[in-house]
């Protein structure tokens, strides 16, 4: 079964994964990305950590294969605005 390798990006912080995961396609590496970016997101964008946080996921041999990235911005505007022209 093939090894994916899940690195972290927080902003400009990156975590390298060393033992990686088995899945059996590239499907299922994806669906566990992006349930753990999701899960990274949930619990560090409301306590204000990186905007951006990514995960990048490597093959059995090293090479880059997918990337699931989240982002959040937030806007503030002027209530007394009326549009956001």
């Given amino acids: 079964m093939p090894r994916f390798y899940f690195d972290i990006r927080e902003g400009p912080r990156f975590t390298p994964d060393e033992e990686g995961l088995e899945f059996a396609s590239l ?3 994806e669906r566990e990305a992006t349930k753990a970016v999701a899960e990274i997101g949930r619990d560090r964008l409301p ?3 990186a905007p951006d946080i990514g995960i990048e996921v490597r093959d059995e041999h090293h090479r880059f294969v997918l990337a699931v990235m989240l982002s959040m911005r937030i806007r503030r505007t ?5 549009s956001f022209g």
């Fill in 47 to 49: 306590s204000g950590g």
């Fill in 78 to 82: 002027d209530p007394s605005v009326t």
């Fill in 27 to 29: 499907d299922g590496a």
